[in-house]
């Protein structure tokens, strides 16, 4: 059963007990570059960066090995964590006992409720980032909840890490010593004397700060800046010694300590509280460039009425990022999904980093996720995502790899420096699933000839050598022969990606697997591993792009495309020598010399009819080529498609081995026929489904480690990549069957994900889709996952029905009938053509998905047959939301 219970449709929700469950944590950020994790006790960390920790890094076994928190103490006589995190309250916790913890929280709040009859205290605590401000802000209430009157000391106390992740195992007592702490009238700061980490030695700029006052702005009187003083010998945090002794602090404003670990350890003034009164403090804990400036910027909440507000404007904030809801029979998953909605802004956000299960990387967004989070963009936020996909294709290189480091700045792509050379032989194709939808959301066909830059470092021959004449002084732009920077179209950009992919091909004709595709662990099969599963779609890629040529050339007259005349050998390769395995190969290798350090100043106008009919007779031959060598069975009447080829150049999959991105790409590629959908939908659920664990695992368990394909076979079997029901290839599973009119296979996909998801009981997460789910139901690696895109654009798209066609508003509702209301009602608003609408089907008869079909459509009095024209939407008013009535 579900443990957390939603409260209206604006994604909040109540949980009582939430402790009772480990790894869970909860994201707190905001646009001025705060990054934190809170547990139910308040543990996770703070940060804005890799190199400016302001707790101690945490990974998800620190959350409860660890005993830094936020803690905040009440002593009565006796010592009390108002978080729970204390040594003899962490005693009682498989004990019955009267204390009710009780947690709300919502977009990006967190409301954390305790309460301890036998002590007569109670506490409410609520954390938030506020817009535009470096800080974490918390609203400390506490309460006396006994018949008689209670004297209280309050101390908040947070442990102050202050440098970078690296130091955690790199230098932490040597770093320690950088630190120059001072007691303010408010708080403690530390201002590190020097970075010391792999950047080398450099003069500290980060400041960080701790500060606490009363509600009315009131500061601390008491404070405890050293760690070791503050715990005392012996001590901890969850048991110090200047809170179990109610020790008096000896330090005050203007003292400065050199050289130790500090805590943000601030005590109040005592308080006598009669039966029933609360008394409130604030506590901000934030980042600057000087100690004053970070006081100004907690002045601006030093009241309850100023925190309260920035509250409100917070939650508002958050709301206004989240812009598509849903109404359908099930309340509950609509509300589920609006927290689906929110994950691609926080993986904006967050990067793939910075939350306690990302314990790798540092915070950057890797290439797909780049195209893939746009996918939400298009959904949610329209606005800007032109210009973002067009510096996006900067990162393109003209062998048709990419870089792999992405700046902090939009469209700000980083040679890699280490000389670590790996291509993603998937990376091409993103892209144009990407391009594809703005174009069909937008209508803009023009956008295909804007022009941008190629990136350029050592690396050419996609991966397989170096460029010996390029050095870091000649820039990360591609320049021509005369020492211009060489610019192309969009539409260039995404030839060249995909036709060198096309000719990059193995021995068994697929494209080349190289370092990895979308399953970073396939990394062992660089030599002879092949990617069938992507060739697939790199195929019908190249057939859906002649597409959007031939409708560039019909609606807005463009008769012919500028490409650089090196490119001219891949486009008119001669189709009777597609297969010729040795021939492909050095096509791609003449093209790829011939752009190794410089390309031609020339660029040649191709007519689009021809390059259309170039791309349609390759994408054609790989469908055909698969289809003729990549179907296996089991022996017992199943039937997939083949995904990929190992480094001893074998088939991996068939008789009982079966991966799921295999058959993802077939089926969304339109490469497996119609019939063949039907049994990859049956041998699935027949190898793959396990509805304990949420669904599709990813692959059969091969019970091997299979060193000749790649990492993911040395992983525990049904974790991670090897055979975890991932999130990401299990929504696009349902994308993809959806999108071949497979409406209730794609909606049990989706729906045994989803309702995994829900109940609390077995996925022990928070609201939101995780990256995958483990053997024993968790849900792990919350909120940063691309599954959330997709899962969007498939209920948006997909189940709904409501998307773009070059601009033009179109339904293909594949709702089944269990979906509809009471009422025999579904809907979805979102934003289209930069207008609100709210679409409502109405299934008066409650008919199943092929039963019913599209009566009638109206719009503000207006009627349509099966499409509203862009024209239309963008004349309604821009402040309204609009209902379009499909009736069914």
Known sequence: MKKYEFLGDNGDFKMESPGSYSYLYFPVANDAGVLSSVTPTLAGD???????????????????????????????????????????????????????????????????????????????????????????????????????????????????????????RDHRHVTSLLHRTEVRSRGICINPTLTFDERGHKKGEMTYGVFACEKDGTAPCRFYPVTEEYIGEGGSFTWPESIVKNLQGTYKQGDKIDGYETVGALGFAKKTLAA??????????????????????FAKFDTEEKLEKALAESKEYWQSQVNV?????????????????????????????????????????????????????????????????????????????????????????????????RVWMDHGMWPFLTTKLYIDQSGDLKFLLEDNVYFKDP???????????????????????????????????????????????????????????WNDALDMAKERGESVAFTTIYGDNLRAMAELLLALKAKEGICGIDVPSELLSLIKFDAADLGDIAKMQGALKAYCESVRHTVSDKKIAVDIEDLAASLKEKA??????????????????????????????????????????????????????DELVGKIAKAADAYLYDGAVGGYRLNTNFNEIKTDMGRMFGFAYGTKENGAVFSHMTTMYANALYARGFAKEGYKAFYTLASHCLDTEKSKIYPGVPEYIDPKGRGLYHYLTGAASWLLMTVVTEMFGVKGTLGDLTFTPKLLACQFDGEGK???????????????????????????????????GKTYNGVIPRADIVALDAKATHDIVVNL
């Open 46 to 168: 703070i940060k804005q960066n890799q190199n400016a920790f302001l707790m101690e890094p945490v990974s998800a076994e620190n959350l409860h090995e660890s005993r830094v928190s936020r803690n905040f103490w009440v002593y009565d006589g006796k010592p009390w964590s108002a978080t729970g995190a204390s040594a003899p309250q962490e005693a009682e916790l498989f004990f019955d006992t009267p204390v009710k913890t009780f947690l709300k929280a919502g977009m990006l709040y967190h409301t954390i409720s305790r309460e301890d009859p036998e002590r007569g205290l109670a506490s409410e605590i609520t954390s938030f980032a506020p817009a535009h401000e470096p800080l974490e802000l918390m609203k400390v209430v506490i309460k006396n909840i006994s018949s008689s009157s209670k004297e209280i000391n309050a101390t908040a106390a947070i442990p102050m890490y202050g440098r970078s992740a690296d130091n955690i």
């Open 459 to 517: 690396q050419v021959l996609r991966g397989e050598e170096k460029d010996t004449l390029w050095s870091e002084e000649q820039g990360n732009n591609q320049l021509t022969e005369g020492g211009n920077v060489y610019k192309g179209s969009i539409i260039e950009h995404m030839l060249i990606q995909h036709l060198t992919a096309f000719f990059d091909v193995g021995e068994h004709g697929h494209i080349r697997l190289r370092g990895a595709d």
């Open 620 to 673: 054609a031959w790989v469908k055909k080529h698969i289809l003729e060598n990549e179907v296996v069975t089991d022996g017992k009447g199943n039937e997939w498609i083949n995904g990929y080829y190992d480094n001893s150049g074998r088939q991996v999959e068939g008789n009982d081995r079966m991966m799921l991105t295999g058959q993802v790409f077939a089926i969304m590629s339109g490469t497996a026929p």
């Open 276 to 297: 029933g009164e609360s008394v409130t403090y604030i506590v901000g804990m934030g980042f600057g460039r000087s100690f004053a400036e970070m006081e100004e910027a």
């Open 826 to 860: 579904a809907s979805v608003s979102l934003d289209f053509a930069g207008r609100h609408i709210k679409v409502i089907y109405v299934n008066a008869a409650k008919a199943e998905y092929g039963s019913y079909s599209i009566k009638s459509i109206s719009m503000g």
């Open 325 to 421: 809801k849903y109404h359908t029979g099930d309340a509950d998953l609509d509300k589920w999904m609006y927290w689906v909605n929110l994950q691609p802004s926080l993986r904006r956000i967050y990067g793939c980093s910075f939350l306690p299960h990302h314990d790798y990387g540092k915070g950057g967004r890797g290439w797909r996720d780049l195209w893939q989070d746009c996918l939400a963009l298009l959904m949610m936020n329209p606005d800007g995502v032109r210009e973002m996909l067009k510096d996006n294709f900067g990162g393109v290189r003209m062998d048709g790899s990419n870089a792999t480091i992405i700046g902090v700045k939009q469209g700000e792509f980083i040679a890699d420096r280490n000389n670590i050379t």
